[in-house]
């Protein structure tokens, strides 16, 4: 199916990204040169039909719908779960660049996860707030 295959397009592409993004830190590349990676990556993505249609698909599409409620839960997670994880990972002398993928992926999936849970409460304040708003 299409829906299917535009969402391992984007997984592809986030997996790339992280990849890359991970290369620039480790070769010693300041922070404004992967900001300067994401200004060009989002460019790029408004001037490229085929990147359009990645971002267009249901994929991208839910995890549009979610990216507040993300913005608001994965400081919580990257502070808790995943510091957690890391601490107990170098107490057992575990913390290895793979390890540390994993805890960056565990720590994306819970992201989302509590994101996605976050959304009846995100709902339910806007629906009080649009009932408070005055009507001109």
């Given at each position: 199916?299409?829906?299917?295959?535009?969402?391992?397009?984007?997984?592809?592409?986030?997996?790339?990204?992280?990849?890359l993004?991970?290369?620039?830190?480790?070769?010693?590349?300041?922070p404004?040169?992967?900001?300067?990676?994401?200004?060009?990556?989002?460019?790029?993505?408004?001037?490229s039909?085929?990147?359009?249609?990645?971002?267009?698909?249901?994929?991208?599409?839910?995890?549009?719908?979610?990216?507040?409620?993300?913005?608001?839960?994965?400081?919580?997670?990257?502070?808790?779960?995943?510091?957690?994880?890391?601490v107990t990972?170098?107490?057992?002398?575990?913390?290895?660049?793979?390890?540390?993928?994993?805890?960056?992926?565990?720590?994306?999936?819970?992201?989302?996860i509590?994101?996605?849970?976050?959304?009846?409460?995100?709902?339910?304040t806007?629906?009080?707030?649009?009932?408070?708003?005055?009507?001109?």
């Open positions: 199916p299409r829906g299917r295959r535009g969402g391992l397009v984007f997984l592809g592409i986030f997996i790339a990204a992280i990849g993004a991970t290369w620039f830190h480790l070769a010693g590349f300041s404004w040169a992967t900001a300067a990676l994401g200004l060009v990556l989002v460019i790029a993505a408004l001037r039909p085929p990147l359009q249609a990645v971002l267009a698909t249901p994929v991208s599409r839910w995890l549009g719908h979610i990216s507040f409620p993300l913005y608001l839960m994965q400081f919580p997670v990257l502070l808790s779960l995943v510091s957690w994880l890391i990972a170098a107490a057992h002398n575990a913390l290895t660049p793979l390890s540390a993928v994993g805890i960056a992926i565990v720590g994306v999936v819970v992201s989302v509590a994101a996605w849970a976050f959304l009846p409460i995100e709902r339910f806007l629906r009080l707030i649009r009932r408070r708003r005055p009507q001109p």
